[in-house]
């Protein structure tokens, strides 16, 4: 065996360790990239770590796989980025694909059974409002970003469909556009050289399966379709799919109850891994209906949608990105957009407590989860457990 093969080998093992040990959302998982693949590995140095994770944040889809598979990209090129990209994402889909039959077994066999999550559905909520919190103090920081984010807040709430999501990120990416002048200009030639073939290929994807799902009608080429359009327009986390998949899966289509998605969110957040495999949990349970085979294909099919979006889109920027970088009404435009997803997330908050009952023991779920989150050291599998055992506990005394 080569050192260059020895060298892939070490790097598909040490993805498949973060993909059942990275538990905590993506700061903890840059702090374990940092410290397994370039300190202990060396990979690649330190800041290209940094410059390839700040590329990942301002494209749409998730960040945490993007940067895995911009690693392996820069490691071995596109076969060894789309091998890692499987071995991070299969532990994550399997488990969550896994708490899709529990959840519709127990649904199916034993009425009332998902009691066992009274704490854990307000808790989901919390956790939402926690990620806002982050989420806001990092993206917005000047008024008109405030302005922006509050509008999208306001038109997510009211106009709560998948068609409007677009729209609004397109309006906020040109607003903070026109101020491209605030930022300093870069020195360095400007002039790109674009290589179109990864950008041909996401968009070719999008547009067949648009088309296919609408003259076929075929459920699984629809939701392949539903989840691409959702991973191709995702800026911001895993925290800002939440809007799109409830809005478009519960309010719109009616895949599944208000209190199964929440459920789901918060089982997620117990997961290593990527976030986004609360995807495969909805996808899983948006085929049901069809059966064992149902739940595995919707889960599996899931995953392929929402993960494949922005692996494409990472592999085409990756190429120009040192010299896109220095356009200013680029980086002026990542504000607007940064900003409406946040409105985003705040209007998920609320559209998620809706349907419970505002009554004083969610409440106190609600805050207590925010307060865990934000002023003690618990990780939040350790607070999902908590959660479910206090629901179990609960349901055996009462």
Known sequence: MTVKKVRYYLYLKDVLLLSVTAFGGPQAFLAMVLELMVRKRGYISE??????????????????????????????GPNLAYLSLFLWILPATILMIAAAFLIDFLQEN?????????????????????????TIFKMVKTTEATVLMMLAAFVSFFYNSPYVFPILLLAGGLVTSMNYRNHPKEKGDKKLKIAWANFYLWAGILILAAVLGAITKNQ???LFENFYRNGSLIFGGGQVLVPYLFTEFVEFKEFLTSQEFLTGYAISQGMPGPTFSISS???ALSMREYGVMGLLTGGFIAAAGIFLPGT???????????QLKKYRPVRAALEG??????????????????PLDANLFNVLAILGTYLLLNFTKLSSPLIIIIGVVAGIGYNLIF
């Open 281 to 283: 949990y909805v996808g």
């Open 110 to 134: 034993t009425p009332g059974a998902l009691n066992f999550a009274k704490f854990i559905q307000p808790m989901a909520i919390g956790f939402i409002i926690y990620a806002a919190q982050k």
């Open 220 to 222: 699984s080429v629809l």
């Open 47 to 76: 800041q290209e770590l940094w410059e390839l994770n700040a590329l990942c944040q301002i494209l749409p889809g998730p960040t945490s796989t993007q940067t895995i598979s911009a690693i392996g990209y820069r490691i071995g």
């Open 337 to 354: 957009v940064n900003a409406v997803s946040c409105g985003m997330l705040i209007a998920a908050a609320y559209l998620l407590f809706e």
């Open 312 to 322: 494409f889109l990472i592999f085409f920027v990756i190429r120009f990105w040192d």
